[in-house]
């Protein structure tokens, strides 16, 4: 099974490269358009009586009969179809906000709604390399607070729940240590699929997904967002820099504040960064006027 997946993700690369992103990612077939081309025939034709009146002028009663040319259906690819991967652009330059924002009463309705329209999706390499659930979101339609990672690992990719496993087991020790609960805040990724071998979502991957996670947010509407590790920092805010370079400061994301810190699987492999950490989440605590339970 795990060659056949390598094998699929070879080809998807494959076709990549070569320029097709988007086979697998709508139902409706892309049309073909007549473009006018010459028939190889009409070319050739045109081609020898060239080469013979350089030659030898052609005597006066001479007609030379021209080929008819041919339509040749030509695929062309729909502008709406192509993928932004050309370059980053933060989730505030992606679209406007909403004019009008979805209540309170109202949220996990919205929530559910984005989820259908997901649905089996196939949009993206992701559908096709091993995937066995969509890992939508978990908690509050209503937090204050959102988590945002990088992608489901072998865990959730079973459960379909974010942050589940041993990097989730840490994570959920960070929410408690801020005074929250869980159930209390709101937890999503870049992209929703497993990426194979946990590898980090390739730019066509996490474009193609962020149009979800966007509505996410515009719904759930947090007052802060904490990227966590540097691949969710990186599509949020559309810029490529160091995590030491991104930390200790306050970003804009969605008419929220961003706070970027370590992703709890990187924290697993470097306990000794746990400290950096939880000054990170102390600073989100001091803006949302939380205290732990150590000092309540």
């Known amino acids: 099974m795990a060659g056949e997946a390598e094998q699929l993700r070879a080809y998807v690369e494959y076709l990549r490269d070569m320029g097709v992103h988007d086979f697998y990612r709508r139902g409706e077939p892309v049309y073909a358009e007549a473009v006018p081309v010459p028939a190889p025939a009409a070319v050739a034709a045109v081609s020898v009586v060239d080469e013979v009146a ?31 991967i050309a370059k980053l652009v933060s989730f505030d330059d992606l679209l ?31 559908a096709y390399a091993g995937r066995r659930t969509i890992v939508f979101g978990d908690g509050d339609a209503n937090a204050r607070l959102m988590f945002v990672g990088e992608g489901p690992g072998a865990d959730e990719d079973t459960s379909g729940i974010p942050f589940v496993g041993k990097a989730g087991q840490l994570l959920n020790n960070m929410i408690q240590a801020m005074g929250l609960k869980r159930e209390e805040v709101y937890i999503a990724n870049i992209v929703k699929c497993r990426p194979p071998a946990n590898r980090v979502p390739e730019p066509v991957e996490a474009n193609t997904c962020d149009q979800f996670l966007l509505q996410q947010i515009d719904v759930v509407q947090p007052q802060v967002i904490v990227a966590l590790g540097a691949t969710a920092a990186m599509y949020l805010l ?59």
């Open 238 to 296: 559309g810029v490529k820099q160091s995590l030491s370079a991104l930390r200790g400061r306050w970003h804009s994301c969605r008419g929220a504040k961003l706070a970027v810190t370590y992703h709890p699987a990187f924290l697993l492999r470097d306990p000794a960064m746990k400290g950096e950490a939880w000054k990170d989440l102390q600073r989100v605590m001091g803006e949302m006027g939380l205290k732990s339970p150590a000092k309540a």
């Open 96 to 126: 406007p906000l909403p004019a009008a924002r979805v209540d309170a009463a109202h949220k996990a309705e919205a929530l559910a709604e984005i989820k259908t329209e997901i649905g089996d999706c196939t949009r993206c390499p992701l």
């Open 54 to 84: 350089e030659a030898r002028p052609l005597p006066a009663k001479t007609t030379v009969v021209e080929q008819p040319v041919v339509p040749v259906a030509v695929p062309v690819r729909p502008q709406f179809l192509e993928p932004p």
